[in-house]
């Protein structure tokens, strides 16, 4: 099952991810990862990537797609599929990558566009606090420290990032929107494209995922025995 995975933040997209690891074993490739490592491990590839981020740069699209199609490639023992997280963000990237991925027999067959109500996204985002020292994240009410303020990994100070007040959610929420649109369609014209809700428990949204790649293959089954 290979899955491109979309939604503003905070509607739940890195729990919707782990649950496709956890539960359907599909491989998780963010492009942010993907660069990191492949700057880290010294490659062709990563030296490119390397001085173009140094210079402040965007990496080109058709590096971004060579490194995909790089990990796809690999043997990735055990994944059933894959999700991709963070690319493509334009209608170009998208039929770029698409030629990619007929070429190497690996299609999308399903874009994950992950939803949540406005109500659910400002109480995500506004309760999240983010370590100063080492970074670990907790959320006041849903995950709080055991002392309020304080970390529980390396007792640093808990503070609130700047782009965590309700304007400027609402606000990243809205450029999201704005740019993802035509991706959105990209796919729903490939009649690719299943909406899901970001207010939805996690075991409701399994139960609601496990049946959208059930009715999918039987699909697929049904387009196999019609044309023999
Ligand atoms: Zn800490």
Redesign the pocket.
Known sequence: MNTILLGPPGAGKGTLAAMLKDNFGLLHISTGDLLRDEMKGGTELGKTIKKYVESGELVPDQVVIAMIEKKLSEKNSGSKGYMLDGFPRTTVQAQDLDKILTKIGQPIDYALYMEASLPVILQRLTGRRV??????IVHIKNRPSKVAGV??????E?YQRPDDTEETIKNRMHVYAEKTAPIVDYYAKQGKLETLSGDEETEDLLKIVAKIFNDGQRTDKIKGSTGH
């Open positions: 370590c100063r020292k080492c970074g670990a970390c529980d990994v390396c007792g640093g808990l």
